[in-house]
Every structure is written in structure tokens, then in C-alpha cells.
């Protein structure tokens, strides 16, 4: 039932640019799905249909191709921070005696340059070229719009499909605050664009993504305050983990204030300048530019859902299944536009279990079993499983081991000791519940941790493998043995 005579109007170098619908191959598939929005929710969705022999049309608007990941979140941040990370290791003494190091920035604009050009790269080679000359997707630049169950309007034009997806992802919501006017104002999607550096910058939020711009900006050079409206930043974490990574960025020069409440902005001499109660007391901040981080609006408005008869929850994102399929039948949704689980990887498979529920058969429930997760501050915060605290929700028993790096062979080594792993495990069973780990690339640890808690591993049984010495894995296993004994007394490798 796709429609094959709308063209492809995007901007982009897809394969369909570079080899017009017409020359392509033609679909011989009889099945077709229609996908509104572009990211990676979409492009896995397309991928898995093409697959499965169906034909799907992605229809994107709004960001390019590829949508928030590889456009303005993930990839535009993670170079970022790593640029800034290079910079901020070449301007402080090393922790190593008789070795000095100088660095500066010769040219901000010169790093979001070379940061531009690995976006754009990126989003020909993993998205443009992905679907290139696959006959069995066709993408067309243009907002979506349900028109019942089966039908999208795409400018003007009605395409069927024998199934849709929405994955129309989210966009940066603002604070109510008198006074924040478009353009005076930075989200992620003009951030990473700044042609020069802000002298100072206040940052309003104080999640994830509002402490990876912070710390970023702030290793650039930026002057970086840190405005929070709870009394702490990922005030979801427990305090301990908190508290850290506040201390850690304190010591860098971030100045965070927490338990702010905004009340007007304005523009002054060239200056943003927010009146606050902190903590009750009016305080007022002044910066030259001013990033807002408060949070994710999903992209559900005039999407002609209640068309189709698809409902929303109270925050405006959609309502699944546990299929992914939404309460009209026929039509899915996944990624970010769902509300929970925001990460690029959640996206993809959701878009690809959503596409095997609708096309392929027997129907999957989707599962977030041991799902990790990063915070990119350096150090890093990652994390799996339960912690303590939503152990104890689920009426869960667990003993609770917190290795501070100092014990880590690697991280002395390395002279980088800030951090921790804690382990959470079942105290009936061993098993492991969940970990956190604040540690400089404590990331890669995470994913030892996260088969260890899908595939029901014990502590014991960690702790009982082989971790390489010098490694920062072994810190996992000195975790895991921190159960029973006290590590400061064992030898170097002793188990
Ligand atoms: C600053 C930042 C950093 C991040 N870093 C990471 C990270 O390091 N690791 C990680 O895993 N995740 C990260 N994320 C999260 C990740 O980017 C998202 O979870 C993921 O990109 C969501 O994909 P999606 O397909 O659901 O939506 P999106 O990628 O947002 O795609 C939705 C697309 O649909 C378009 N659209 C909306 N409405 C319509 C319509 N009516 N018609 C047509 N098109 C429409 C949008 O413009 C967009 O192009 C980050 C996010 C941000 C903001």
C-alpha cells in the first residue's frame, strides 16, 4: 500500500538524492509501514521492516536526518566533552612528578568546526548511506500527520500503510520563567553551534544533560554556574553519588547552586540577568549567555493522534504496550516520544521490537532487564540495575559494598583516584541487584556489571573470575570481594 510517486525532497545525501526514486530498485514488497520522525528509532525501524521484506517510508521534519543523536545530542556532545577533557588535562599539572604540560585554546570556533564535520559525517555514513539503495525505504523530508490508523499526511499528500510507527522523539522544554524569550537563550540545539565561547554561562538544570554542557563549557573556559531547582543535581541519584561528582566539579572552579527558584529574566549591558529565591533568599545572577537543561517536551502536538485514536499521558507522551504497540491497533511508538528510558540504544530497539511486533509473527515484550546507563561528566557516572534505595522500595534485602578508587591497583597507578563502584546484591540470594560507578571512564566498566545481573551472576561467582591486573575492571572484582573481606588487607591479585 505505499504510496511510491511522493519524491524525496530532503536536504540530505541519501541514496535517494544521489539516485532519484525513479532509478532506484523498485520495492517488491506487497507490505509497507510508515514512520514519522527520522532518528534512530526510525532508521532501526526501517532497517528491521526492509528485513523483514516490508517496505517503510520515514518521514522526518525538524531536525535533519538522524534526528537529536548524531545531530544535536550524543555525538555533537561526546566530541565536545572529550575536546574539553584534552584541553583541561593539558592546562593543570599532571599528577605525575617531572612532567609539565601547556595548553590553550588557540580558536573555539575551530573545535565546533571540527565538531561539525564529524556530525555531518557521521550522519551520511550511519544514516544517509544506511538506507542509500535499499529499495525497501524510501525517506521524505516533511511533517507527519495521522489522518486515521492507517493513513499519514505528508504536505498536502495521504500515504497508507499497513502499519505506523511514531517515533517523533522530544525537544528541550523550558522553565516558567518570566522573561526567557527565543533567542536569548541556549538548549542542546544551539549550544554545540556557538561560533565563540561564552566568557561566563549560567546553566539551568541540573541533570544529565545540563552537567555534561556544564562541565564542557566550564573546561573550555567559560565562567559556569550551575542552577538547580532541587537541593541537589540528579537529585534521583542517592546522596552519596551526589555529593561526589558536586565536590569533584566544585574543585574545577563550577560554582552550583542548588534549591533555586527562577523568577524573571532579563538582558542588561549585554548580560543575562535572572532574579532567584535560593533557598528562599532573592539572589541575583548575571553571565553572558545563559543554557537551559530542564528536561525533554515530547514532539506530540498536531500529530493528528487523537485521529488515529492514540492516547497521550498527562506529559504529552505516548502510551504503549508492553508490544509498543499504542491504543489504536496498527499503530506503534518508540524512542523518546514514550518518555522513559531516553537513550539512544533504547531508541533503536524499540523501533526495531515495535516493526517485529507489527510485522513479524509472534509479538515481543519489550525488556529493559539490566539497562545501563552513562552520565559523560568525568569522572563518569554509570549505572545499572537498583541502587540501595530502590532496593528497599521493592521490599528487597541487600548488602551494599562502596570501594572507593584509592583501593583500585589501576587508579592508583593512574593517579586518578576520585570515585567509587558500589555493588548492591540480594542478601538471600547473592545475586547481583545493581551498581554504581562514579570513576574517569567508569563507563566501560558497566557492562561486566550488566550481563552479570541479566544472567543472574552471583557476587561469589564475580569475584571468583579472572580480572587482568592493572585493569580498572578488577576494581569490580575488588568490589565483589569487598562483600566479605576487607580489601585494604589482601595482597596485590589476592582473592
Ligand atoms: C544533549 C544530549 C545528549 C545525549 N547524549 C546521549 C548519549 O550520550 N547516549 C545516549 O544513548 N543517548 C543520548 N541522548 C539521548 C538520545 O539522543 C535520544 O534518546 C535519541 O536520539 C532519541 O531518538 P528518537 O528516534 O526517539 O528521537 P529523535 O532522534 O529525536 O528523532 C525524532 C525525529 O522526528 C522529527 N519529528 C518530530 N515531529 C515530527 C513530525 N510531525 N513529522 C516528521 N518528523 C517529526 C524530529 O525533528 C526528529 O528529527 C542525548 C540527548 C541529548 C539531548
Redesign the pocket.
Given at each position: 500500500m505505499s504510496d511510491c510517486c511522493l519524491t524525496h525532497t530532503s536536504g540530505e545525501k541519501t541514496g535517494n538524492d544521489r539516485n532519484s526514486p525513479s532509478s532506484k530498485r523498485p520495492s517488491n514488497s506487497t507490505r509497507s509501514l510508515l514512520i514519522?520522525?527520522?532518528?534512530?528509532?526510525?532508521f532501526s525501524a526501517a532497517l528491521k521492516a526492509a528485513e523483514l521484506g516490508v517496505h517503510a517510508t520515514i518521514?522526518?521534519?525538524?531536525?535533519p536526518m538522524g534526528?537529536?543523536?548524531v545531530n544535536?545530542?550524543?555525538v555533537p556532545?561526546?566530541t565536545l566533552i572529550r575536546a574539553a577533557e584534552a584541553l583541561h588535562r593539558a592546562q593543570r599539572p599532571p599528577p605525575f612528578a617531572g612532567i609539565a604540560t601547556s595548553g590553550k585554546l588557540l580558536d573555539f570556533k575551530t573545535v565546533i568546526e571540527q565538531k561539525r564535520a564529524l556530525v555531518e559525517e557521521l550522519r551520511q555514513s550511519k544514516y544517509a548511506d544506511v538506507i542509500g539503495d535499499n529499495p525497501n525505504i524510501t525517506f521524505i523530508k516533511?511533517?507527519?500527520?495521522l489522518v486515521d490508523a492507517q493513513t499519514v499526511e505528508v504536505d498536502g499528500k495521504k500515504i497508507q500503510g499497513d502499519a505506523i510507527l511514531v517515533?517523533?522523539?522530544?525537544r528541550p522544554s523550558l522553565p516558567a520563567i518570566a522573561g526567557l524569550d527565543r533567542g536569548n537563550y541556549l538548549t542542546?540545539e544551539t549550544a554545540f553551534e556557538l561560533d565563540a565561547l561564552p566568557e561566563s554561562l549560567l546553566v539551568v538544570g541540573g541533570r544529565y544533560?545540563a552537567l555534561?554542557c556544564a562541565q564542557m563549557f566550564a573546561r573550555m573556559g567559560s565562567k559556569v554556574t550551575v542552577l538547580q531547582r532541587s537541593g541537589r543535581i540528579l537529585p534521583d541519584e542517592t546522596p552519596d553519588l551526589t555529593d561526589a561528582l558536586t565536590g569533584y566539579l566544585r574543585e574545577e572552579g563550577l560554582e552550583i547552586v542548588t534549591g533555586i527558584k527562577l523568577l524573571h529574566m532579563k538582558q542588561e549591558g549585554g548580560q543575562v540577568v535572572v532574579e532567584t529565591r535560593v533557598n528562599d533568599v532573592p539572589q541575583t545572577f548575571r553571565a553572558q549567555r545563559i543554557l537551559v537543561a530542564t528536561g525533554r517536551t515530547y514532539?506530540t502536538e498536531?500529530?493528528g493522534l487523537e485521529n488515529a485514536g492514540v492516547q497521550t499521558n498527562s506529559n504529552g507522551s505516548i502510551q504503549v504496550g508492553e508490544t509498543l504497540e499504542t491504543s489504536a491497533a496498527g499503530v506503534y511508538a518508540?524512542?523518546?516520544?514514550l518518555g522513559a528510558n531516553?537513550?539512544?540504544?533504547t531508541?533503536a530497539y524499540e523501533g526495531a521490537l515495535a516493526v517485529g511486533n507489527a510485522f513479524g509473527g509472534a509479538k515481543r515484550k519489550r525488556d529493559y532487564t539490566a539497562l545501563p546507563w552513562?552520565i559523560?561528566t568525568d569522572p563518569q557516572v554509570a549505572g545499572v540495575g537498583l541502587d540501595e534505595k530502590q532496593a528497599a522500595t521493592q521490599g528487597i534485602e541487600t548488602d551494599v559494598v562502596t570501594l572507593p578508587l584509592s583501593h583500585v591497583p589501576r587508579s592508583l597507578a593512574a593517579r586518578e583516584t576520585r570515585g567509587f563502584i558500589k555493588l548492591i546484591r540480594n542478601r538471600a540470594t547473592d545475586r547481583l541487584l545493581g551498581a554504581r560507578i562514579l570513576a574517569a571512564e567508569g563507563s566501560e566498566l558497566l557492562m561486566e556489571v550488566s550481563l552479570a545481573i541479566k544472567f543472574g551472576i552471583t557476587v561469589r561467582e564475580l569475584a571468583a573470575c579472572f580480572h587482568p591486573y592493572l585493569t580498572l575492571s578488577e576494581g569490580i572484582k575488588l568490589a565483589a570481594l569487598a562483600f566479605d573481606k576487607d580489601v585494604g588487607k589482601l595482597s596485590c591479585c589476592a582473592a
Open positions: 514519522i520522525g527520522g532518528g534512530s528509532a526510525a518521514i522526518n521534519d525538524g531536525l534526528g537529536t543523536c544535536v545530542g550524543c556532545s561526546k516533511g511533517r507527519g500527520r517515533c517523533t522523539g522530544a542542546n544533560i555534561e514532539n498536531n500529530l518508540a524512542g523518546d516520544v531516553m537513550f539512544v540504544y531508541a552513562v559523560f
